[in-house]
């Protein structure tokens, strides 16, 4: 076992504080990774307070993770040590489903391995990246170019893989009128993403305040959504909404700004269902659609492409001795736009 230090909350109640722990001993196919950052997400804060389900406690949370590998077992093929290396949002799947098969991991049919808060395939809670040191297996390991800044790339391994996967699903791009729901960490990375693919980009935003920081995103147009003059001068204007939104909603407000044929794509996971009313949905053959992180060869493609294009997040760095402010701060929408862990500070 290898020895790891980290901040975990012990009870849903029960702000971070500093935890020893241990990783598994290394596998023949595993690397070890020396994090260096970690993006903090809302998941992070939707899990450590039992917002979706009853987590695993202690809990270590972070899924946005970049680091050094410092060791391979015998078998490893695919990196070396001294390598950059990200993990994401997973460790593990079943690999023999056919979404496995398919390289959507992330449906897996027996359920993927979150990184933080699942349970191993060695029946040992998973510990993530709010912690020195990861294990993990190869196959669940990310190449990172050193081309972009290090800390800014990590949260690319959820907030930009999440927004880059179902854009590509639905091939957003040239023609397309996109609106992006909430700007925080995902609503930016998704900002970025569908202005490099050629898409009209409009953001959808609580925050009038927002604005100026969402056209120098590249955002075409922006709206305040409690604005109703706003809210009503972009009705039946959208192909797509990517929503975003991390807190309850008002769907049908949203579902009359998509034309005929719209689709509005839930990426955000608020711990309520959604109200969405049948005529929302009939008035103009409209669909409601969700979509989860991405496979593990989508997320290279991303990170490959990010690198050719020199998108990154754009970061606030802090000490995690500020994290239990930080998620006040990202509660409030008061982050431009994605928290970074300085893991040296743990
Ligand atoms: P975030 O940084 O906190 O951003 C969420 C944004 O939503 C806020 O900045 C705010 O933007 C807007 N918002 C907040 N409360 C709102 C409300 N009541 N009504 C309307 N808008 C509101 O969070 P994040 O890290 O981007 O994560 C967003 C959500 O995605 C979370 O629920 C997270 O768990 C989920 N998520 C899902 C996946 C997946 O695989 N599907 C992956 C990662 C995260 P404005 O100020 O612009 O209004
Ligand atoms: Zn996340």
Request: charged share 20%; aromatic share 8%; glycine share 10%.
């Amino acid at each position: 076992m290898t020895a790891a230090k980290g901040y975990a909350a012990q009870s849903p109640t029960a702000d971070l504080t500093p935890w020893n722990f241990e990783r598994r001993e290394l596998g023949p196919n595993d690397v070890q990774i020396n994090i260096a950052y970690c993006g903090v997400c809302h998941s992070d804060l939707h899990q450590i307070k039992n917002d979706w389900f009853p987590g695993i406690f202690p809990m270590v949370p972070g899924h946005e993770i970049v680091g050094t590998i410092i060791k391979t077992g015998s078998s490893v093929k695919k990196f070396k040590t001294g390598e950059l290396a990200g993990v994401g949002c997973m460790v593990d799947s079943c690999r023999v489903c056919d979404n496995c098969k398919d390289g959507i991991e992330q449906y897996c049919e027996n359920g993927n391995v979150g990184t933080y808060n699942g349970m191993g395939k060695d029946g040992v809670p998973t510990y993530g990246g709010y912690s020195d040191n990861i294990v993990v297996h190869e196959d669940f390991v990310l190449h990172i170019s050193d081309k972009l800044s290090l800390p800014a790339v990590a949260p690319l391994l959820c907030a930009g893989i999440t927004t880059y996967s179902p854009l590509r699903h639905w091939k957003v791009g040239k023609g397309h009128k996109l609106a992006v729901l909430g700007l925080g960490g995902l609503g930016h990375m998704a900002v970025k993403f569908g202005v490099a693919f050629g898409a009209d980009v409009t953001v959808l935003s609580t925050s009038a305040s927002k604005e100026e920081a969402a056209k120098a995103l590249g955002a075409h147009h922006f709206i305040v959504s409690k604005d109703e003059v706003q809210a009503a001068s972009v009705k039946n204007s959208f192909d797509f909404i990517l929503d975003t939104v991390s807190a309850e909603h008002d769907m049908n407000m949203y579902l009359g700004m998509l034309k005929t044929n719209g689709v509005h794509i839930c990426v955000g996971a608020p711990s309520n269902p959604h109200k969405i009313s049948a005529f929302a949905l009939i008035g103009g053959r409209k669909s409601v659609a969700g979509s989860g992180i991405g496979g593990i060869a989508e997320t290279q493609e991303m990170l490959d492409y990010c690198a050719e294009h020199n998108i990154v997040s754009d970061i606030e760095m802090i000490d995690i001795k500020d994290i239990t402010e930080s998620y006040a701060r990202m509660l409030k929408g008061d982050v431009r736009y994605r928290f970074v862990i300085d893991v040296s500070t743990i």
